[in-house]
């Protein structure tokens, strides 16, 4: 089975630190996603990674970044976190080459930032 | 870019009846991939079906079916004999057929089942 693990389910930040979340996978996935859920809103892509290293913007990139430096592990950062980037932060892994384009997500880490 | 529309954001159906999630959604793409997912309260996401927009036969996973309508972009979800486990938050997605797509998510509907 597919795992894919987030560092925290809860976190409290302060407006202005720097917040990161951390995103494991066990299957080699190629493909890495971070995606933020928000009531009423769904789901919405921040950035993905197709490869160690590569990265590229989705849909609501403004305040964030990320890092990933081996294939397994795929990072979100907030440089100086906001109250508007209180979210529910979902993480999810898709194979590379694959036909069937499933991607698998993480438990979710909800981070709120007082 | 394409979008995906849950009009119904809650909806309610007794244990052992039938209900229907509906989901449209807008592409210029011929050829692509349609999921349905499911998030149960506190818990992890996960695949409930899939569909290929190429296949005219509708997806069936036990329970589980979908209605394709590709010419109306249409993909509803039909739950039969409904359970108190199926009770969550439904979330339709589109994907184009790239190996690395991202998905583009509706806003969800909840599923609260009754006794």
């Known amino acids: 089975d597919v795992k894919v693990t987030q560092s925290s389910r809860y976190l409290v930040k302060r407006t202005g630190e720097k917040v990161f979340l951390e995103c494991v996978q066990d299957m080699d996935h190629e493909n890495m996603f971070w995606y933020r859920q928000d009531p009423g809103l769904g789901l919405r892509l921040i950035y993905f990674s197709y490869d160690v290293k590569m990265k590229e913007k989705g849909d609501i990139p403004e305040g964030y970044s990320v890092s990933r430096e081996k294939k397994e592990r795929f990072s979100l950062i907030l440089e100086s976190a906001s109250t508007n980037q209180t979210s529910m932060y979902l993480c999810?892994?898709?194979?590379?080459?694959?036909?069937?384009?499933?991607?698998?997500f993480g438990p979710g880490t909800r981070l709120t930032v007082l | 870019a394409q979008t995906v529309t849950q009009s119904q954001p809650e909806m309610s159906v007794q244990e052992a009846e039938t209900v229907t999630l509906s989901c449209t959604y807008d592409?210029?793409?011929?050829?692509?991939?349609l999921f349905w997912y499911k998030q149960p309260p506190s818990r992890q996401m996960i695949l409930v079906i899939r569909q290929e927009a190429y296949k005219q036969q509708n997806a069936t996973e036990n329970r589980f079916s979908v209605n394709f309508q590709k010419a109306a972009k249409s993909f509803s979800l039909k739950i039969s004999d409904s359970q108190l486990g199926d009770a969550a938050m439904y979330f339709c997605a589109y994907s184009d057929t790239g190996t690395a797509s991202k998905l583009t998510f509706g806003t969800g509907t909840r599923l609260q089942v009754t006794l």
């Open positions: 592409t210029s793409e011929s050829d692509y991939y």
């Open positions: 999810a892994s898709l194979t590379g080459g694959s036909s069937y384009n499933e991607q698998f």
